[in-house]
């Protein structure tokens, strides 16, 4: 980060307008997000129009984390398509190797409660445990297809059985009283 940034983000933190500037930040998202879906449904909120494509459909809640701190959006659902707005496509990216980091130590026998500690230790803010079961139930998922998948055709494959005994030879030899 540039010493400018450095010092704006601190002047930033220590006065009172954080707060402005995270409603201002939320102010912009909401009309950005507003104008996007309104191309996407091919019309503005409220408005009649014979060539919409969608209907609006409530809002998801998300925490957006900016330098301002975090900020509430209310992303607009669709009830046929989806939207995500473009400002945070940049952060999927990173969302996705977080979840892919995520399964892999699920997979590696990471426990839930410890996947806290490492998305911390990767600069995040957190995870709880149901985030993570919910990460990794297409896991669960993708290893029941693999288990109960139908096997068709000829397998060749071979059975052994064997017996291992552990025997000391020129050992000592023991008596039996």
């Known amino acids: 980060m540039t010493k400018p940034m450095m010092d704006l983000r601190e002047l930033v933190e220590k006065s009172g307008d954080a707060d402005l ?3 201002m930040i939320g102010f912009a998202a909401k009309r950005l997000m507003e104008l996007e879906v309104g191309v996407r449904a091919g019309a503005a909120y409220g408005e ?23 900020v509430e ?3 607009p659902k ?3 398509g989806s939207y995500f707005p473009s400002f945070l496509e940049p952060r999927r990216a990173v969302e996705k ?4 980091v995520i399964q892999e130590a699920y997979i590696q026998g990471v426990s839930t409660r410890a996947m806290d500690d490492l998305v911390q230790a990767m600069g ?4 709880s445990k149901s985030q993570v079961s919910r990460l990794c139930e297409e896991i669960d998922e993708r290893v029941e297809a693999f288990l109960t998948r139908p096997i068709e055709g000829e397998w060749v494959y071979l059975w052994i059985d064997a017996t291992y005994l552990k025997v000391r030879q020129g050992g000592p030899s023991f008596r039996h009283q």
């Not at 009649?48 to 975090?70: L, S, V």
């Open 48 to 70: 009649k129009d014979p060539e919409r494509k969608a209907q609006r459909n409530g809002y998801q809640e998300r925490d957006w984390q900016t330098r301002a701190g975090n």
């Open 78 to 80: 669709l009830r046929t």
């Open 97 to 100: 190797a977080l979840t892919a």
């Open 21 to 23: 500037l995270k409603e």
């Open 124 to 127: 995040g803010t957190g995870i």
């Open 73 to 75: 959006l209310r992303i």
